[in-house]
């Protein structure tokens, strides 16, 4: 009998993960919680029903169990990937505004006519972004190295 794997175990590699279904979305939406990225990094292709996001993303995994990391803070460039997008609206920002910078704080899906539904990107500010899909398929892949987070922190949240 072997022992399960531990998350000491994993090698320090970049994340490439999918979300499928709803609880796959869960594990996505914590990973790229306090991702910030300008409005000028978000395109939708309607050819290819692609919204992508080049955010830079908190490495919530480097997290140990006393909320400290075990180097100092650092984030990382990811893509966000969102297929099978038919319409794509937002909600408190001005897309025109090519001066915003947008804080990501969770990804969740609506269904409506299953498996179609509603990514909902919860901004702060109250802001928001829906993506209309036809079913869920979203990847979160690194696409740089790991930097040191400016602020030299992590991201602070309410209790």
């Given amino acids: 009998m072997t022992d399960d794997a531990k998350f000491e175990d994993g090698g320090d590699r970049p994340l490439n993960l ?3 279904d709803v609880e796959d979305l869960t594990v996505l939406s914590s990973l790229a919680q306090d991702a ?4 000028t990094e978000m395109r939708w292709d309607r050819g290819t029903g692609r919204l992508a996001l080049l955010v830079n993303r ?14 100092s803070p650092e984030r990382v460039q990811s893509v966000l990937m969102i297929e099978n997008v038919h319409r794509v609206g937002t909600q ?8 915003t910078v947008l804080s990501l704080l969770a990804l969740t ?3 409506t006519d ?17 993506a209309e899909v036809e079913a869920l398929d979203i990847r979160l892949r690194d696409v740089t190295r790991p930097y040191l987070a400016p602020s030299r922190q992590a991201p602070r949240h309410p209790a």
């Fill in 114 to 130: 299953a498996p179609s539904g509603n990514v909902i990107l919860t901004l702060a500010g109250d802001g928001a972004i829906r």
């Fill in 109 to 111: 899906f609506e269904a």
């Fill in 92 to 99: 408190g920002i001005d897309p025109k505004d090519r001066d």
């Fill in 58 to 71: 908190f490495r919530w995994e480097d997290l140990q169990s006393a909320g400290q990391t075990a180097r």
């Fill in 36 to 39: 910030v990225f300008p409005i």
């Fill in 18 to 20: 999918g979300a499928l």
